[in-house]
């Protein structure tokens, strides 16, 4: 794909157009670090989401409604891992877009689908873990694994639908230079987005996590007391320290996506601000490093998880039918 001259030449990304963007002059070595960078953060976050993956899928003990969740989060994350990432590479390594305009429409469409299901993914989460921790009789009723699987159905279809909308937006919209592929949209998509995939959401898991937390942390106090005391725990109190103890560990997957979305709707909404920029491309990569990022914290914060890895890895009991 890469049109080879002597250094001093100007480089094109399709060399036979007139109309081509200009590709980035880059030395082998730097190619070959940074193909190599992308190409292990990719593999990593494809195979370690898949672990999660197979992990819930496989293990009847692990078919709970937050897992269901952790599920689908986890699937939007290897689809990042697996087409976004390495697409998005040879963007900021060639500055070049090689699979025509269809495709980038497709691929805009894939990845706001993806980002949108995972933060609403994240809400739900949120609301799961508010039920359990701070009305734990109420959770086996209201909240189940049939109805989990409705939810998280209708919301990777209402993604669908609302980046479908945007998408229909971009129809005629001209690229500066053949080879380009771009995230403009207009301004008022720009104030929907931010209101609807950002700031509300982000409103409800705050103030979701911040009652969690509160009422955990009364939880856990009285549990403590029973212990120093001598005191036989019940089986509910044990739950609700479980509970709370999740509800920690979703906490900081919930932080560290929100940290990793705030740069990026904050440049989002400057002035002047183009997404082909250097400041851009690492805002826009802290999203997808946060895909390889989760698996990460499932494996330091969930004995589950691996357990699991451990059974998968050495196949001793993965293909046992009990």
């Avoid at 399709?14 to 593999?43: G, Q």
């Avoid at 692990?62 to 994350?77: G, K």
């Avoid at 980046?163 to 998509?189: A, D, M, N, Q, V």
Wanted: charged share 10%.
């Amino acid at each position: 794909m890469a049109y080879e001259t002597e250094d001093h030449e100007t480089q094109y990304c399709f060399p036979a157009i007139n109309s081509s963007c200009i590709k980035t002059k880059r030395s082998t070595h730097e190619y070959n670090i940074m193909y190599v960078f992308f190409s292990v953060l990719s593999v990593w976050t494809v195979f370690m989401n898949l672990l999660v993956i197979i992990s819930i899928s496989h293990f009847k003990k692990l078919h709970t409604p937050t897992n269901m969740f952790i599920l689908s989060l986890a699937v939007s994350d290897l689809l990042i891992g697996l087409i976004v990432m390495p697409l998005e590479a040879i963007k900021l390594i060639e500055k070049c877009w090689y699979f025509g305009d269809i495709f980038c429409r497709l691929f805009l469409t894939i990845l706001g689908i993806l980002f949108t299901a995972s933060l609403s993914i994240l809400v739900l989460i949120a609301v799961d873990r508010y039920v359990a921790v701070c009305h734990p009789l109420l959770y086996p009723q209201k909240i189940t694994t049939t109805k989990t699987l409705i939810i998280i159905c209708v919301c990777w279809f209402t993604s669908l639908a609302y980046i479908f909308s945007i998408t229909i937006s971009l129809s005629h919209r001209k690229y500066t230079c053949y080879g380009e592929c771009t995230f403009i949209i207009t301004f008022p998509w720009i104030i929907t987005d931010l209101f609807l995939c950002f700031l509300f959401p982000c409103i409800i898991i705050i103030s979701l996590y911040l009652r969690i937390f509160y009422v955990a942390y009364q939880q856990v106090k009285v549990i403590n007391s029973l212990m120093r005391s001598g005191k036989h725990l019940t089986e509910g109190s044990v739950r609700r320290k479980s509970e709370s103890k999740a509800a920690l560990t979703l906490g900081i997957i919930v932080t560290v996506y929100l940290f990793c979305w705030i740069p990026y709707y904050i440049l989002s909404l400057t002035p002047n601000t183009s997404f082909t920029s250097a400041t851009a491309y690492v805002m826009l990569w802290m999203l997808y490093f946060n895909s390889a990022l989760n698996p990460l914290i499932y494996a330091i914060f969930y004995p589950w998880f691996r357990t699991s890895v451990k059974h998968i890895l050495n196949l001793s009991k993965i293909f046992k039918p009990a």
